[in-house]
Nanobody, 119 residues
Framework: QVQLVESGGGLVQAGGSLRLSCVAS????????VGWYRQAPGKQRELVAS???????NYADSVKGRFTISRDNAKNTVALQMNSLKPEDTAVYYC?????????????WGQGTQVIVSS
């Protein structure tokens, strides 16, 4: 069982920055994929950014050039640096970890952290 704990959310003005952290209860080396998702009120959860065990990253078009995902293997942490925030970035942000094994994929979620961007 993998536990994920997010932190770093809060209230920020448009144009500001926040850094979200996701700390895993297991070694990051054992996690194949970590993604940051977000869900705004009345909207579906969407993938914002992801990073694989090999270091490959991917971003939603809406955040490219503003958000950066990174891994700190020593701290079992995946961070999401969010710059130039916009009101439309307001959402609950969730960390997701996927571990692929012979028994099939295993999916784990954190509890979420609220980000509010005021105009």
């Amino acid at each position: 069982q993998v536990q994920l704990v997010e932190s770093g959310g809060g209230l920020v003005q448009a144009g500001g920055s926040l850094r979200l952290s996701c700390v895993a209860s297991v070694s990051i080396f054992s996690i194949n994929f970590v993604g940051w998702y977000r869900q705004a009120p009345g909207k579906q959860r969407e993938l914002v950014a992801s990073i694989t065990s090999g270091g490959g990253t991917n971003y939603a078009d809406s955040v490219k050039g503003r958000f950066t995902i990174s891994r700190d293997n020593a701290k079992n942490t995946v961070a999401l640096q969010m710059n130039s925030l916009k009101p439309e970035d307001t959402a609950v942000y969730y960390c997701n970890a996927k571990i692929y094994s012979t028994g099939g994929p295993h999916d784990y979620w954190g509890q979420g952290t609220q980000v509010i961007v005021s105009s």
